[in-house]
């Protein structure tokens, strides 16, 4: 038999080369699974600390927010500002003042048989804070449609012991729809934190006038209508002569009686006030009744500023309404024209209008005011309007040299009542017993984002 012819077997090749490519192969995909696990822990972190970061910003804009609104007016269920009378405001709503003393407690509401302090709530929804405001009950807050950046912040205000003028605030703020900013929502929100801080009542009065009209220097009104109708205080009190008629005191006292009793010329506390730094006779005058220099006064947060064109009767009666219990600034004069009708202030809540030039009241206005006007100018004129204000009138007047320093000029027939219990009502203000016209501001060194 023929024997076969098989040729020699080859040595296989490429063995090595494939093992090695193999090996490359695999230690490429170990680094590509770490680079891809340090990828998602990254991705993860980044959105932990974006939901972290969007919590805490909601919580910071919700202390800002709840310090604009304690500066604030009237609102209504859904925290947005309103002129309608039968509703109170945001501090008037939430906080309270328990005693004489001025100790300021959150105003609470019976929840499932525990008294819980109210908690206004903001949710951000279609780009802009939908809030609500609650009077007793919880927020009443609509969840956003879709998934979107939907943060949520919780206000709560708190007592710190017995110390007056004092009292915490504190905000929580949520990335997303959920507890704990939202009480019996179905899921947790994904971060959530919390800042607080310390406010204070300023004040908004350090003194109150003792008479129907006071005046730093001399006083010219011959034709004004100067009436106290009390034991209590004085008509007139003028830093120089005055010229008017004879004041109208306590039913039953006689004309001269009353004048000898309720008018003081010439008052050295008045005329010879003690000059700080830089500051005019006309500022000092202001100090010691508000407190605090005219510039800074009226930039506080809760003092409603009006620019006075021909005439701001719509606007100061708009701010009025809506501001009640606040200080109204006009800057410069304070102009009406004929046919205007204004009635400020109630015996309840006094108007404060202060008044940065003069008071210039065309013919055929109405004015009735219940509160206090200080005029940083130096006259009034109201001839032919009807002119009532019930409460005080304090004037600075003419900022000039003797023998004008202080002058305060009055044209027309405006009627002048001094009235001690209104009077009564602002020195609580004076004393931080009431909320009224005071600004709330922030304790410095007291914020914090840990309870």
């Keep these: 038999m023929p024997s076969v012819h098989r040729p020699p077997k080859k040595p296989r090749r490429g063995v090595a080369a494939l093992v090695v490519v193999m090996m490359l192969f695999f230690i490429i995909s170990l680094v590509a699974a770490y680079a891809s696990r340090n990828l998602i822990f990254e991705q993860r972190t980044s959105a932990n600390n974006y939901r972290s970061t969007q919590a805490f910003d909601a919580a910071e804009a919700g202390l800002e927010w709840a310090v604009a609104m304690l500066n604030g007016g009237r609102i209504d269920d859904a925290c947005t500002s309103t002129a309608d009378p039968a ?85 929580r703020g949520c990335s997303n729809w959920g507890t704990p900013c939202i009480d019996g929502a179905a899921n947790r929100a994904d971060a959530n934190a919390e800042v607080n801080a310390v406010l204070g009542l300023a004040p908004a009065l350090t003194q109150t006038p003792i008479a129907a009209v ?122 009406l024209s004929a046919g205007t009708v204004l009635d400020l202030g109630t015996a309840a809540v006094p108007a404060l209008i202060i008044v ?16 206090l006007v200080h005029v940083r100018g130096a006259s009034w004129s109201s001839a032919g309007a009807a002119a009532t204000v019930v409460g005080a009138v304090v004037a600075e007047g003419d900022p000039a040299g003797p023998p004008d320093a202080g002058r305060f000029t009055v044209t027309g027939s405006p009627r002048f009542v001094y009235d ?27 914020w914090r984002d840990f309870r």
Excluded at 141 to 162: C, D, M
Excluded at 243 to 261: I, L, N, R, T
Excluded at 360 to 370: C, F, L, N, P, Q
Aim: with cysteine; glycine share 10%.
């Design 87 to 171: 509703r109170d405001s945001f501090r008037e709503r939430y906080l309270q003042i328990v005693d004489d003393t001025g100790r300021i407690d959150p105003r609470k509401w019976n929840k499932a048989g525990a008294d819980v302090a109210l908690q206004p709530s903001c949710v951000l929804s279609g780009g802009a804070w939908v809030c609500s405001c609650p009077s007793g009950g919880d927020p009443q807050l609509v969840a956003p449609a879709g998934t979107g950046n939907t943060p949520v912040f919780r206000v709560e205000f708190a007592p710190i012991g017995v110390q007056p003028h004092l009292f915490r605030v504190f905000v």
């Design 420 to 446: 001690a219990a209104l009077m009564d009502t602002l020195k609580k203000v004076q004393a931080r017993t009431a909320l009224d016209f005071a600004s709330f501001t922030r304790l410095p060194g007291s």
């Design 356 to 371: 940065g030039g003069n008071i210039d009241w065309a013919a055929g206005a109405s004015v009735v005011i219940r509160g």
């Design 214 to 335: 006071t005046v730093r220097g001399p006083l010219d009104a011959p034709s004004a209508e100067v009436v106290n109708p009390d034991t209590v205080g004085l008509a007139i009190n003028a830093g120089g002569a005055i010229a008017a008629p004879p004041v109208v005191g306590p039913a039953g006292m006689p004309s001269a009686q009353a004048q000898a009793a309720l008018v003081v010329p010439d008052d050295l506390s008045l005329n010879n006030l003690p000059v700080a730094g830089a500051m005019t006779q006309g500022e000092m005058l202001f100090l010691a009744a508000f407190g605090m220099p005219p510039d800074a006064y009226r930039l506080q947060a809760s003092v409603r500023r009006i620019v006075c064109g021909d005439d701001c009767g719509a606007a100061i009666q708009d701010t009025a309404l809506r501001f009640p219990g606040h200080a109204i600034w006009i800057d410069g004069d304070w102009r």
